[in-house]
């Protein structure tokens, strides 16, 4: 059971805003259904350019419920340019605080506003326009990692996943994340660099043992059993370089073989920073 | 809505991630904890005295799997089971270095396989084949059949699954191990008090379950091993439990454990009669009353006290937070519940929509419920999915009565 505040608990079991508002001036939706949370806020002004109204509907969990309850409770009779101000900060603490797993649901908040408002302004909303998608499992843009890495001070993927759930799937973008960490806090942040310390390096003999030994026992049989195959034909420091014999060879789904199956695997096993490259039908340079 | 929570007397309705202890179970074991403390292994007749008490047990479990006792090991948990059949079977075939497993294993069974696909514990990387299950949750014999090989050491297939309740092929599976002489052990953990596991008819090497599934404390748990196995043992020290498990014998839980065994045992036919018909009462009253809810896995090849039930557009956790107001205990396989981002790994496996798998709950009976509780909640829960929908920005459209901007 998570531990929720009172407060938490009390704006999940009764939300004083949900429901609809016909024709708002401000109409904007984050997140979606496959991702497990969506925020739809609505909000209607008055003359003078105040949230004299507003109303959310959200799907997820209990704090996502909560803070969409949160956001709307703080930016009630304020001015856009006020309301704009608000950080996902403010909404955990206006809640008594979140779980440390959960505040990517006080993100979400906050990002629905800004949305809002951006579409207002028929302006870009720079955390989903501009930006380009790193976690491809939840949709988060490199400008929402970077906004959370320097507003929160983060200094870990782990951390980024609270706030963003970037990283939270398939793990595939772990890298990514970290380079932005890096560019925004500098080359290897301290702890950063004594949490890679503790996995002991491994000698070029050991990696290169390693990859001959899962190409050799696990990918070959794996391609293999549908009539592919696979040949190691050098590997040059953290560069593997194979050729797709085979079905493989030519098959449709060549890339994803090679990047999704093989470097993946390859990545997980051995070294995060492994290339795989198909060099299949010719020979490395100065070969024989 | 009731604000009062009810702590002291819940409905339960979480029977696969735990159970009551049996009044009858309290009762065997207390003599353990108080004056009839010996060790078994002693020499002593006060020590000496109590070893009849754990060979007494042994047989209660024994009789509940139609085995030998000198096939039963008493160890702390089904993970503990786990993990030692299956690194035992790694051990009896060091030339071996391919395990099968399938994509929807417990914790206990698919951590320690990934663990050994990466080489971990300075051993050997073992080829890990996991079987991949089809959308009703059954596992893909075809695929399992192509997956043996002559380096397989170890096959592990759970008989029923711990969030669907689906079944699994056991004798199927372990005839196929048997035909080319290679390890089968099944995590029964929630198999074992719920359908027969007759053992002795049954092509099965080994065999997990946990006290804690059928009744008894948590922190006791037995694994068969068919006699005339292979077998090299888990945890190194003293000669008990025949030399295969080291460490002086847990005796209030063992008998804890035998008791419940034999209790399960005689409960066995009132799982299929009364436990199924609450089982079926509940969730054929939820899909009448709950529009766009389905249930996940196979429903004429599960176990008799679980079902697992998806609505649309609303979330799990949500779901089991409502159903805390009302004391009722449920479990759902949503992302927010399991701590990690993605729905349950079993969901995902069989291909179960995001959008379902977000919202989806399982509940599981045991012989205790009542059809009361199970009217109780079939009163509470479907309101709790209309009252999360009105919240949810999805779904509307299909109710044009209450129409979206």
Avoid at chain 1, 151 to 158: I, R
Avoid at chain 2, 50 to 55: E, I, L, R, W
Avoid at chain 2, 83 to 90: C, V
């Amino acid at each position: 059971m998570w531990d929720y505040t009172d407060k938490v608990k009390e704006h999940f079991l009764h939300p004083k805003h949900t429901g609809v508002i016909e024709r708002p001036d401000l109409d904007a939706t984050v997140g979606n259904i496959t991702c497990g949370d969506a925020l739809r806020l609505m909000v209607k002004l008055d003359e003078a350019g105040r949230i004299a109204d507003a109303k959310f509907q959200t799907f997820g969990c209990a704090s996502a419920i909560a803070s969409s309850d949160a956001l709307i409770e703080l930016i009630r009779g304020k001015t856009l340019e006020e309301a704009e101000g608000l950080t996902n900060d403010d909404i955990a603490q206006y809640l008594g605080g979140l779980p440390e797993a959960k505040m990517h649901c006080s993100v979400m908040g906050t990002e629905a506003l800004q949305k809002a408002i951006a579409q207002y302004r028929h302006q870009p909303f720079e955390l989903e326009d501009e930006g380009t998608v790193v976690c491809r499992c939840f949709g988060v843009t490199d400008k929402l990692i970077e906004k959370v890495v320097r507003d929160h001070n983060l200094h870990t993927v782990e951390q980024v996943t609270h706030f963003t759930k970037a990283g939270g799937g398939c793990q595939g973008c772990h890298p990514d994340i970290e380079a932005i960490i890096e560019k925004v806090h500098g080359p290897r942040a301290e702890h950063v660099a004594k949490a890679r310390q503790r996995r002991a390096p491994m000698t070029n003999l050991e990696r290169m043992t390693r990859i001959q030994q899962i190409i050799e026992h696990e990918i070959r049989p794996m391609l293999q059993q549908d009539g592919g195959d696979i040949e190691l034909i050098d590997i040059d420091g953290k560069r593997v370089q194979v050729a797709l014999r085979g079905h493989c060879a030519w098959c449709r789904v060549r890339d994803f073989t090679l990047k999704g199956s093989i470097e993946n695997r390859l990545r997980e096993v051995v070294d995060p920073q492994i290339v795989v490259e198909d060099v299949g039908g010719r020979l490395p340079e100065g070969a024989p | 809505m009731r604000e009062t929570t009810a702590v002291d007397n819940p409905i339960y309705l979480d029977n696969n991630a735990t159970t009551a202890v049996a009044p009858e179970v309290r009762e065997a074991m207390l003599p353990f904890l108080g004056r009839l403390y010996g060790n078994p292994s002693s020499i002593h007749t006060f020590g000496g005295q109590v070893k009849a008490h754990v060979d007494e047990a042994r047989q209660q479990v024994a009789d509940l799997l139609g085995c030998h006792p000198t096939e039963v090991i008493f160890t702390s948990c089904g993970t503990e089971s786990d993990n030692t059949a299956i690194m035992s079977a790694l051990d009896c075939c060091p030339e071996r270095h391919h395990v099968i497993t399938t994509r929807v294993e417990h914790p206990a069974v698919k951590n320690l396989c990934q663990m050994l696909a990466q080489g971990g514990r300075g051993r050997p990387l073992y080829r890990v084949t996991e079987i991949p299950v089809d959308a009703a949750g059954l596992l893909d014999v075809p695929a399992f059949e192509d997956a043996l090989d002559d380096a397989t050491a170890v096959v592990s297939v759970m008989w029923a699954n711990n969030e669907t309740g689906v079944l699994f092929p056991v004798e199927a599976v372990g005839a196929r191990c048997r035909e080319r002489g290679i390890l089968f052990h099944t995590d029964a953990v929630q198999a074992v008090g719920k359908v027969p596991t007759n053992v002795s008819e049954l092509p099965i090497d080994m065999l997990s379950l946990s006290g804690h599934k059928i009744h008894a404390p948590k922190g006791v748990g037995a694994l068969y091993v068919r006699r005339g196995t292979r077998f090299s043992p888990y945890i190194i020290g003293g000669h008990q439990e025949g030399n295969r498990r080291g460490g002086t014998e847990s005796v209030p839980l063992a008998v804890a454990l035998g008791k419940a065994a034999e209790l399960a045992k005689q409960n066995l036919k009132k799982q299929t009669t009364q436990v199924a018909a609450l089982r079926d009462r509940i969730e054929r009253g939820l899909l009448e009353n709950a529009p766009d809810a389905r249930v996940n896995g196979c429903r004429d090849q599960r176990l008799p006290n679980t079902t697992n039930v998806s609505f649309e557009y609303v979330e799990g956790e949500a779901i089991l937070l409502m159903l805390d107001q009302h004391g009722i205990c449920a479990s759902s396989g949503s992302a927010c519940t399991t701590g990690s981002l993605e729905p349950s790994h079993v969901l995902r496996a069989m291909g179960v929509p995001f959008t379902a798998a977000h919202g989806s709950i399982r509940l599981s009976l045991s012989v205790y419920n009542t059809r009361q509780e199970i009217d109780k909640v079939l009163e509470v829960l479907p309101p709790i999915i209309r009252r999360l929908r009105e919240i949810s920005p999805f779904g509307h459209d299909k109710e044009p009565a209450k129409s979206k901007a």
